[in-house]
């Protein structure tokens, strides 16, 4: 595995190139279905040589739309934000044995999935290796903490935007300070692969990683600003998508040097069936119809089917499997500081691939969705919300019955989302059972889970982009047919 | 660059000298052309217009004739009006002519400003709109400056609320058009439900100047101007509703959240209002009860009487929390109006249905160029940037500004506050300085009234009460009297200048008045018929104290004989109240004068003014040394801006004085905004009526009011995003509808539609995916027959020999649709030429609003709906966008679709029988949600025929 150990100090790595082709391709791929499945039943009507009555009507959307608008720059920024933040991964932190540390980082489960998160920083100990996981924790700590303090949940809630814009700047705080902290634990993790550990390097290490990661929160912010999707997921989309093509060319070298030309199909269709499950189970939403307390709801018929609540089938997103991976773990950690052997034990009963890995793992992540499936999305809540909109369930009555009754179906729809979870999180375990393979990273249900939601997001908000331009934009159609 | 920078970065002191020296050069060329200027004669100036204009035509940029325009103006404004503008004027100009708002103080003579890029900008040609508040300073605006560029040779229109179309569009052609905010917006709207080129009025947009910009762009910003028509009657589920909500008890059945202003029932209310309504469901899209109850508890709760709304002849009238005025013809929507109605006991009128709206957002943001003056605007900078990209330039004013705005005073408690309020004042009083105190709602003026009354303190009111309107311009005449005391709501905010000593050419003009209207308006009878007392007879007369001193024998005889020869002009007692109170204003303002009558009107009212002046100039000098205007806050308002308005009435063009707020921590805006914090310090002050004095506080008391103007800002910013939306289906739709207005021929479009609707029918009856095997030719030759009986020859064989493949069936079906519109076309053009032309544009034109129509409430609908989408990790902003396009692609096929169809069916019948059949518009009465404008009908053309459409 000399491939992903090469150091590349200047960013001229093929992966670089590879991960932001592959972005765009990712892109293209996902923006044409996601379109299609927007304009429904209606078939998109030819728009060549027809006049306008006809464009207006059109509404497919082909690049040409694309390329009218402010898209295309906004795309360039965003790519050039997301190619600065990989850039700082690749500015090496100095004094480090990275070969022997690299070889640690592979056997170490926790450390990989946060690896992945942030795009390889940690194997490569960039100065941004950090990235942003701190302030995604930040930010779950803020959300765990609303649930405590109600004061900061008046504040995400009634206090509208502001409210809001207080909360991100506790969270911004709240992310150096996990950023120094994680800094620290970082650098004295690396103290075996040191090779001066002075007190000089240990304080400029942590400044220049605590650095690393506030830059790329910056970052993250930035793009989330040119609205074209929530800056945090598409960082951790780049990170991801940055890994794919290096890791499945390991797999695929392990694989044609066995010879194992079917555990390598199995993979790679299993791979592709798994992003389908995944595609279509994050689009997945139990809609609760509500009446409004408005007029003129009778009379406009068909509206009707757009006043729903939506639940998703897999609200917690990925969180419920990042916890109980979490928590898989804690053994063996607590088992390598005090060395007791039953711990031992236990620990080695739960690492992937012992015996009760799977069982445990499906059950915490069960209990975890469930969980966060009622700390986001708190019935009673819920319910309140709907009374300020003037809404309410067809024959449920506003207030503790509607909270009822969406306890309800939270609850079986975190079943549905458990087990779904559950198939995530166990699959990749399985296929490398069956292909007797090491399957790629990316592999990993969380990470496409990550990217499915980020780029459906994104997806949307492309596509609502430019429908705003394509009002404007029929008057470049043939207006001839009107001077004859 | 530099300076601009500096000045943002130190924007709490900045007094507009960084923008002096920014335009420093430009305002040296235009003085160094000043000698040259003022050297020619009067047709040589007028000359230099044509010449600058052939320079703007041949393509010069208008920066580089700016310094000599503005000379121009000057000069000529020297000449016809005896104002020279001052270099900061020019300043003013330059500003507005960059596209940016200028703020300048009261007093420092914003409308003269306005000409200076008004008449650079009317060089291209392309007209230039001057947007005001009112019709009265529209008119007063065009008659006086207006001089100035009609001097100079261009055209200066002015637009009315009673004008008629031709008259608007008269005005609308010229150079420079003066006109009000909701005249302007109302004709853009009428002007796209016109139904024939000749009902259109306006140009197209250049320029755009408006007065007072932050109170349209902002303060109205939330209500959009409607054109509306009647919908179905009141029903009494509004009297229901308020049966019951006045029998709920506050926090038993309900609770009211007086921050986002809205009321929630409990699970006690909900099960109770059940039960009296005897429904199972109180949401049931049936019978809606939600809402009628929910607004009733509004209603009760949440508007109340002579704060949001007084009472007048059974109507009930909002009254606009921006400048406390009563808005005439306005209704608050969605069933609230008519809940407050019922809760009055008073009769409730018909519902509403949209048949056109925009907001002043994005109505303005449709010119090209936009610029506009205000007094207070700095502190909304941000609001302006994001939203409309106008930057906000601060002209320095031409004396320096030397009120006093003192550190506000802090009670606990509201009487304390009150207590002080009134010994404030009783201070001031007693030293001779004019005192004007600012409250929030007519209410709490009253109350004050009350506590002035009791201390002996002599003072005037002015709210919205009818008997207080009517004194207005009594009441600010003598403001600025020596001891004045003066009560106001936010009436006394802009446009309201307070003249120290008293303002003489009002005084003038309320003698003169006095004089006038009883002679010459018609006594009136038989209006108030149906209410039980009798109106008292109006005298016009005015308090003798009012006026400085006893007219002169010789003023006196002077106006007497004005007077007569008006009685003799326009005959004995003869005029309605508003004609004479139109020709008066006419006498007593600066514009030119033609008429004879008006002449002798005009030299007593000059003559009676002088004679006044040399009196207030005595009394202006005493006020001045004790100290000038002192301005007393009761509360603060929404926005620093509304309380600077206020403060701003004092100082002007130099003069000294003085301001000072009291607040207690039980005001509204502490109290629903504060927090913690502030509740926090309330029970840490025991004491009731000693002032509080910490820093803390009153860093406190900033932090709740900056909380609310963000709270507001988003809510207008939220707004703005998701009108947007609305905003490019509406010019979609608006350019559309233009299109077949104007265009000669519409054939080549109903060719497309009838080929589309073809593509429709055989996509909805044979797929494109279905095998050839199984295509139901029955069926599709049904569905075709039923949209045009023309095509009765239609038989499966006859599409199977036609059709082999879909495509071909396609292109087949596309072929006979269209031949059969010509076939349509020529029967009908038979019968009667010319007719088709019509009936076709009328057909487009009434689907598009009767359709769009309905589209409005379907996307009012939606944008209801999306908001809990967040719930599934959705933005409801991008929802809102895509379900909002699907919407707009479903009607523009529906427009098709229904065009085509009644096409298809068109029968010329040559009796009008069934004339209200034809058209889904009917006659909608124009009822008008904003600002006043009387009902009036928007007529559909005679249409030569009827329509027989089923």
Redesign the interface.
């Known amino acids: 595995s000399s491939e992903a150990s090469v150091f590349d100090p200047l960013g001229i790595n093929p992966d670089e190139t590879s991960g932001l082709s592959s972005i765009w391709e990712s892109f293209v791929s996902l923006l044409s279905p996601s379109f299609e499945s927007s304009s429904g039943n209606r078939r998109d009507k030819p728009s060549s040589g027809r006049g306008v009555a006809a464009a207006i009507e059109d509404s497919s959307i082909d690049f040409g739309d694309f390329f009218k608008g402010p898209l295309p720059g906004k795309f360039l920024k965003l790519l050039g934000f997301l190619a600065l933040s990989r850039l700082g991964i690749y500015i090496p932190l100095g004094g480090v044995n990275r070969e022997a540390f690299v070889g640690n980082l592979d056997q170490n489960s926790i450390l990989s999935t946060l690896d992945t998160f942030s795009g390889g920083g940690i194997g490569r100990l960039g100065i941004c290796s950090l990235g942003i996981v701190p302030f995604i924790n930040a930010q779950i700590v803020f959300q765990l903490l609303a649930q405590v303090y109600p004061k900061l949940q008046d504040l995400q809630k009634k206090e509208g935007e502001a409210g809001r814009k207080k909360i991100l700047q506790y969270t911004r705080y709240a992310s150096v300070g996990f950023a120094i902290v994680q800094a620290i634990g970082q650098v004295f993790y690396l103290r075996p692969y040191v090779n001066d550990f002075s007190t000089e390097w240990v304080v400029s290490s942590v400044t220049l990683l605590t650095l690393g990661s506030v830059l790329t929160t910056y970052i993250g912010e930035r793009i989330s600003d040119l609205k074209l999707g929530n800056g945090t997921s598409l960082l951790i989309f780049t990170s991801i998508i940055s890994y794919l093509p290096a890791s499945f060319g390991r797999t695929t070298a392990e694989a044609l040097q066995e010879g194992n030309y079917t555990g390598l199909g199995t993979i790679v269709v299993s791979f592709l069936l798994l992003v389908l499950g995944i595609v279509y189970v994050q689009e997945a939403e139990r809609k609760i119809p509500l009446n409004y307390a408005s007029r003129y709801t009778s009379k406009a018929g068909g509206l009707q089917k757009s006043a729903y609540l939506p639940f998703k089938v897999n609200s917690a997103g990925v969180m419920p499997i990042i916890f109980s991976t979490s928590s898989l773990a804690l053994p063996a950690t607590l088992a390598r500081f005090t060395g007791i052997s039953a711990l031992k034990n236990v620990a080695f009963a739960l690492t992937p691939g012992g015996s009760f890995y799977l069982p445990t793992n499906i059950l915490l992540i069960a209990f975890f969705n469930y969980y966060y499936t009622f700390l986001q999305l708190d019935p009673d809540d819920v319910s309140e919300q709907l009374k300020r909109q003037g809404a309410s369930i067809p024959l449920v009555r506003p207030g503790k019955s509607t909270a009822l009754f969406i306890k309800t179906v939270l609850g079986r729809i975190s079943v549905l989302g458990s087990a779904f979870l559950a198939v995530l999180a166990a699959g990749p375990a399985v296929v490398e059972q069956i292909t007797h393979l090491t399957a790629f990273r990316g592999f990993a249900g969380t990470s496409v889970l990550i990217l499915v939601g980020c780029a459906t997001d994104t997806a949307r908000k492309v596509q609502a982009e430019i429908i705003s331009q394509k009002y404007k934009n029929i008057e470049f159609y043939e207006l001839d047919k009107y001077d004859p | 660059s530099l300076g601009g920078l500096l000045s943002g970065i130190f924007k709490g002191s900045d007094n507009g000298e960084s923008t002096r020296q920014q335009y420093a050069s430009i305002v040296a060329s235009v003085n160094r052309l000043e000698t040259e200027i003022s050297a020619l004669s009067d047709s040589e100036l007028r000359e230099r217009t044509d010449a600058l204009k052939q320079r703007a035509q041949k393509g010069e940029s208008m920066d580089s004739l700016l310094p000599e325009a503005f000379a121009v103006v000057r000069e000529a404004s020297k000449r016809v009006l005896g104002l020279r503008p001052f270099d900061v004027q020019l300043i003013g100009g330059m500003v507005l002519h960059k596209g940016e708002i200028a703020e300048m103080r009261t007093g420092e003579g914003k409308t003269l400003v306005a000409i200076l890029p008004a008449y650079l900008n009317a060089l291209s040609g392309k007209g230039v709109h001057v947007v005001t508040v009112n019709d009265y300073l529209a008119r007063r605006d065009c008659e006086w400056v207006g001089q100035v560029p009609r001097f100079l040779g261009l055209k200066v229109g002015l637009i009315q609320q009673n004008m008629t179309p031709e008259q608007r569009k008269e005005n609308y052609l010229c150079d420079i058009t003066y006109v009000t905010n909701s005249e302007l917006g109302f004709d853009y709207l009428r002007d796209n439900l016109a139904t024939s080129v000749e009902e259109l009025v306006l140009r197209d947009f250049n320029y755009c100047v408006i007065d007072e910009v932050d109170s349209i762009l902002i303060d109205e910003a939330r209500t959009p101007l409607i054109i509306s028509g009647p919908a179905e009657k009141p029903s009494d589920q509004y009297y229901k509703a308020a049966k019951i909500a006045s029998a709920f008890e506050r926090d038993i059945h309900y609770t009211v959240d007086e921050k ?1 202003k ?1 009321v ?4 006690q209310g ?2 109770d209002a ?1 039960e009296i309504l005897d429904v ?7 019978e ?1 009860w ?2 009628y109850v ?1 607004n009733a508890i509004k209603a009760k709760e949440l508007f109340l009487r002579d704060v949001n709304y007084i009472i007048r002849a059974k109507e009930v009238l909002i009254v606009d929390e921006f400048t406390g005025r009563v808005m005439q013809g306005r209704r608050w929507s ?2 609230l109006h008519q809940a407050v109605e019922a809760k009055e006991g008073l009769p409730i009128q018909n ?1 509403s249905i949209t048949l056109a709206s925009i907001s002043y957002q994005n109505f303005f943001l449709q010119f090209p160029k936009l610029c506009g003056m205000t007094g207070t605007a700095s502190t909304e900078s941000a609001e302006f940037e994001s939203i409309y990209k106008l930057k906000v330039t601060i002209v320095p004013t031409n004396k320096p500004m030397i009120r006093k705005d003192e550190s506000d005073v802090v009670f606990k408690a509201v009487n304390g506050k009150w207590r002080a309020v009134v010994v404030e004042i009783s201070r001031m009083h007693k030293t001779g300085r004019a005192v004007l105190v600012g409250t929030t709602s007519v209410e709490q003026s009253d109350e004050l009234s009350q506590l002035l009354r009791e201390a002996g303190i002599t003072h005037e009111v002015l709210n919205a009460k009818p008997e207080n309107v009517e004194r207005e311009a009594e009441i600010v005449a003598q403001s600025g009297r020596l001891g004045a005391v003066t009560i106001a709501t936010n009436m006394a905010g802009r446009g309201t200048d307070i003249i120290l000593g008293g303002n003489a050419e009002f005084m003038a003009r309320l003698k003169l008045r006095e004089i006038l209207m009883p002679r010459v308006v018609k006594p009136t009878d038989g209006v108030f018929v149906s209410v039980k007392k009798a109106p008292p007879k109006r005298t016009w007369k005015v308090n003798e104290k009012l006026f400085p001193c006893k007219l002169s024998n010789e003023k006196a005889k002077l106006a007497e004989e004005a007077v007569q020869s008006a009685v003799e002009a326009w005959g004995q007692k003869s005029l309605t109240e508003l004609e004479a109170e139109e020709r008066l204003s006419y006498s007593c303002e600066k514009g030119p004068v033609q008429d004879e009558v008006i002449g002798k009107l005009r030299t007593a009212f000059l003559a009676i003014a002088k004679e006044y002046k040399g009196y207030t100039d005595e009394e202006r000098k005493k006020v001045v040394e004790a100290g000038g205007l002192h301005v007393v806050g009761t509360e603060r308002h929404e926005s620093r801006r509304i309380d600077n308005q206020l403060r701003g009435r004092s100082g002007r063009q130099g003069d000294p004085g003085s301001s000072r707020f009291f607040l207690s921590l039980e005001d509204n805006i502490f109290r629903i905004f504060g927090g ?1 914090r502030i509740q926090g310090m309330m029970r840490a002050f025991r004491v009731e009526d000693l002032p509080i004095e910490s820093k803390m506080l009153t860093k406190a008391l900033d932090e709740a009011q900056r ?1 609310v103007e ?2 507001f800002f ?2 207008r ?2 707004l703005f995003e998701f009108d ?2 609305l905003n ?2 509406r ?2 739709v608006y350019t ?1 509808r233009r ?1 077949a207005l104007v ?1 000669d ?1 519409l ?3 109903i060719i ?2 009838a080929e ?1 609707t073809m ?1 429709d029918i055989l ?1 909805a009856n044979i797929g ?1 995916d279905t095998p050839k095997e199984s295509w139901d030719f029955e069926k599709l030759i049904a569905k075709v027959q039923q949209y045009c009986y023309l095509l009765n020859d239609l038989t499966p064989d006859l599409l199977k020999s036609e059709g082999s493949s879909y495509e071909g069936l396609q292109d087949y079906l596309r072929a006979r649709g269209r031949d059969a519109y010509l076939q349509k076309r020529e029967i009908v053009e038979k019968q009667s030429p010319g007719l088709m032309k019509d009936a076709e544009r009328f057909l487009i034109l009434s689907n598009i609003d009767r359709l769009w129509k ?1 589209h409005l ?2 996307l ?3 944008q ?6 967040g ?5 409801p ?2 929802e809102y ?3 909002g ?2 919407l707009f ?1 479903e009607m ?2 529906q427009i ?1 679709r229904n065009v085509i169809y009644s096409i298809y069916q068109f029968q010329p019948v040559r009796v009008k029988k069934d004339e209200e059949k034809k058209s889904q518009n009917g006659k909608p009465s124009k009822q008008v949600d904003n600002a006043s404008e009387k009902p009036k009908q928007v007529g559909v053309t005679d249409e030569p025929s009827s329509i027989a459409s089923a």
């Open positions: 986002q809205t929630l029932l409990t699970e909900y099960e059940e199972k469901d109180l949401y049931d899209p049936r809606q939600a809402s929910l969605d069933g519902e913690d909380k963000n709270y988003d809510i910013k939220q947007e939306v490019s289906q010019d979609r559309e299109r265009s021929s054939e080549p479009l497309e539609y589309l593509d996509e494109p309905e409430q379907a009012k609908f939606v209801q709906a999306v908001g809990l989408r719930y599934a990790q959705r933005d902003l991008i966008k895509l379900e396009y699907n692609l523009m096929a098709r």
